[in-house]
């Protein structure tokens, strides 16, 4: 299913999981390393921000307080954030219009964080989110939408669920890979998202988000391979100069567009590949 955040890992839980060909082989450090008292004092305030988060229980979900939050983790982590184009939602929620279905590359944990603090939208997440220690909870108050892949004979209902949020005015954020890759131009778009987008006649928005070190590509934030989120943070606490780029692009609109056809031209826009392949089924 192309609608969630997939946790890594080799094993195929259900027929709905893509298989990541990155590894813990590929990630790589592009600069120095922070030394031990300032990977420390990271640490303290990462969770310093996280326990004013859940300090604002329900209202973590309202907006600014969201953004707020998100900028603060990101600095707590030493990550910069630099933010390319227009916002991430297509004009027309104010004014009674569909909300946009936000497509971006996969590649971490960090890619939720940064997207928030550019602008704060509903994130549709696999339910095994939900249960992550700290970030699971945090995530649900949120807003962050949940979905059981367990089985497939609730792919349909899930499209229409998120049809239905667009159409009501929301906007959403998916990520059609299904699983992290180690950079940007990696991975196939599944298809069973933009189905709701032209059900809902949302225009759809391509985002791409790279991670850099001293402007140079950085698969340090990759969450790949059999890793655990505990040793994926230790990574980012001790990563000099890294910065997350969200480059956000010009709307497609569905039109007469299948959703094989919009799917696509998503990929190749996010991916930014000139032809794009295939794009992966439902």
């Excluded at 707590?76 to 279905?101: C, F, I, N």
């Excluded at 940064?114 to 989110?129: G, S």
Aim: glycine share 8%; proline share 8%; with cysteine.
């Amino acid at each position: 299913m192309s609608a969630q955040a997939a946790v890594p890992g080799t094993a195929r839980t259900s027929l709905w999981d893509v298989l990541s060909t990155c590894t813990s082989g590929c990630i790589d450090h592009a600069a120095p390393r922070v030394p031990l008292a300032g990977t420390a004092r990271r640490a303290a305030s990462f969770a310093h921000v996280l326990l004013r988060a859940a300090a604002d229980r329900d209202r973590l979900a309202e907006p600014e307080r969201l953004r707020r939050h998100a900028r603060a983790a990101l600095g707590a982590l030493g990550v910069g954030l630099v933010h390319d184009g227009p916002p991430l939602r297509v004009a027309g929620e104010p004014t009674g219009g569909p909300g946009t279905l936000v497509v971006v590359n996969h590649i971490s944990w960090l890619d939720i964080l940064a997207l928030l603090a550019v602008e704060p939208v509903t994130m549709l997440a696999k339910q095994e989110v939900g249960g992550w220690p700290v970030m699971g909870p945090l995530a649900r108050r949120a807003g962050t939408r949940f979905i059981d892949r367990s089985s497939p004979r609730g792919l349909p209902q899930a499209v229409a669920d998120l049809a239905a949020e667009l159409a009501a005015g929301r906007s959403v954020v998916v990520f059609p890979q299904a699983t992290t890759w180690c950079s940007a131009t990696e991975g196939g778009f599944r298809r069973a998202t933009f189905q709701a987008a032209i059900d809902a006649g949302a225009p759809v928005r391509p985002v791409t988000v790279r991670y850099l070190q001293h402007g140079a590509p950085s698969t340090v934030p990759a969450f790949v391979g059999e890793e655990d989120l505990a040793s994926s943070l230790r990574r980012v606490l001790v990563a000099g100069a890294l910065t997350a780029r969200v480059t956000v692009h010009p709307p497609l609109i569905p039109g007469r567009r299948d959703r094989r056809e919009l799917a696509a031209a998503t990929q190749a826009v996010v991916l930014g590949r000139h032809r794009a392949e295939p794009a992966a089924h439902a």
